[in-house]
């Protein structure tokens, strides 16, 4: 079994940055697809950004702003966010899969999440 546990979610003004971490226990994950996702008020839970053996992935709108990294010594996989806009606003949630294969972006592909950690950015 897999914990996920994010942090560093916060308030920050648009054009701000801030670093989103998912520490995982229970087992290593570096040989998991990890993903991170995200879901504003009244709307579907969305893809952001993942990273498996295979390759790195992100949505069209963080192209160039967000990147995804992990420290497989930390077991802890960041999503680095920059230049944030207000649409960025959201729960974000970090998901974890053993398969290395498979859609990248599609929720049901993902075995494991964290609690999710609300960033929220004014205007």
């Known amino acids: 079994q897999v914990q996920l546990v994010e942090s560093g979610g916060g308030l920050v003004q648009a054009g701000d940055s801030l670093r989103l971490s998912c520490a995982a226990s229970?087992?290593?994950?570096?040989?998991?697809?990890m993903g991170w996702f995200r879901q504003a008020p009244g709307k579907e839970r969305e893809f952001v950004a993942a990273?498996?053996?295979?390759?790195?992935y992100y949505a069209d709108f963080v192209k160039g702003r967000f990147t995804i990294s992990r420290d497989n010594a930390k077991n802890t996989v960041y999503l680095q966010m920059n230049s944030l806009k207000p649409e960025d606003t959201a729960v974000y949630y970090c998901?974890?899969?053993?398969?290395?294969?498979?859609?990248?972006?599609?929720?049901?592909?993902?075995?494991?999440w964290g609690q999710g950690t609300q960033v929220t950015v004014s205007s």
């Open positions: 998901a974890a899969r053993a398969r290395q294969y498979g859609s990248i972006s599609r929720l049901s592909e993902y075995n494991y």
């Open positions: 990273m498996s053996g295979v390759g790195i």
């Open positions: 229970g087992r290593t994950l570096s040989s998991y697809t």
